[in-house]
């Protein structure tokens, strides 16, 4: 069983949870993920490493409440264990060591990914420019973070209730076209955010790294469950990724892909939600 140390709700729907879980701390690295299982009745969820500790000999995941697995595991508290944590799974991300001025963009939730890409680039003393997009001020999280981490943070929201009212790729054009020159953009959101700042970068050939997460089951390369395809050939997100060249990923086919569940999906979000108001809602 994994304990939960930590739990703080970084909006309505985003919650942060630092788990016990020390072989995983020593061994993780930015760009890695988890799959855990709540109890035996769970699915395998993977989430990417938000952060970890080694000295605490604790992992930080970050989940947005989508469906039913991460509905239940926000039923939880700090104290309580959950029955499954395994990991790191998956590749580092790769730090060139001659880049020197990276640009990495957040989308949404994404942020929380790609906030430690951020510090492991700025650890590595690498000047970083971080775009972080939101749809409005309220669902903004980890801005400090983020900021303590960057040589410059521009903050965007699509409706402009907070930072620059635009998209992310609105500023990563301003900021291209502008003069900055980037080695490298690094690109973790919505599949369609991560297409398009592919498209914004091509035409600079700028190299670009996005992080997929695609439907994972076993999380080991066995299942064939998290393919897609790059460059043509059919890689597995678990073993191959989950960085993947943005220049040479077929978007379309996995944003197809992501969809094929989405009934059953919200059948088990609702089947969750009747069992949980039935008196299980505080366990
Ligand atoms: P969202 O839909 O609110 O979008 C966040 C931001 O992305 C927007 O504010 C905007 O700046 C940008 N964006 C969205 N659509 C765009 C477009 N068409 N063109 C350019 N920019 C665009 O995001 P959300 O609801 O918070 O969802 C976050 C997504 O991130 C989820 O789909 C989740 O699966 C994904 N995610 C991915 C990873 C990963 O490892 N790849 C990790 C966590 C979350
Ligand atoms: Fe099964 Fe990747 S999740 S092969």
């Known amino acids: 069983m994994y304990k939960i140390v930590t739990k703080r709700e970084l909006n309505d729907t985003v ?5 016990e879980a020390p072989h995983i701390a020593r061994k993780a690295k930015a760009g890695q993920f988890i799959i855990f299982r709540v109890d035996e009745q769970g699915e395998r969820v993977p989430l990417t490493i938000a952060d970890y500790d080694t000295e605490k000999g ?4 970050i989940f947005q409440i989508v469906g039913a697995s991460t509905k239940l595991l926000n039923t939880l508290n700090a104290g309580d ?15 060139d060591p001659e880049a020197k001025r990276v640009c990495v963009i ?15 680039l700025h650890n590595a003393g690498i000047q970083v420019d971080m775009i972080a997009g939101f749809r409005s001020k309220d669902i903004v999280i980890l801005e400090d973070e983020m900021r303590a981490v960057t040589d410059n943070l521009y903050m965007m929201t699509d409706d402009g209730t907070y930072g620059e009212k635009g998209l992310v790729t609105d500023k990563l054009k301003q900021l291209i076209e502008a003069g900055n020159h980037y080695d490298l953009v690094v690109a973790i959101g919505p599949v369609i955010m991560m297409k398009f700042v592919a498209a914004t970068t091509k035409p600079h050939n700028i190299k670009t790294l996005v992080s997929l ?4 089951i076993d999380g080991t390369g066995m299942c064939g469950g998290c393919r897609v395809r790059v460059g043509g050939k059919m890689k597995f997100a678990c073993v191959d990724g989950p960085d993947f060249d943005g220049h040479e990923v077929d978007f379309d086919e996995l944003m197809h892909r992501n969809s094929f569940y989405k009934e059953q999906e919200a059948t088990a979000r609702d089947h969750e939600c009747r069992l949980l108001k039935g008196g299980n809602q505080n366990g």
């Open 106 to 120: 957040g989308g949404g939730v994404g942020n929380a990914i790609a906030y430690p890409q951020a510090k492991a």
């Open 58 to 61: 604790t992992v930080t995941i």
């Open 81 to 95: 264990s959950i029955l499954d944590f395994v990991g790191p799974l998956g590749v580092p991300t790769h730090i």
């Open 213 to 216: 997460n695609p439907i994972m």
């Open 15 to 19: 919650t942060l949870m630092e788990i």
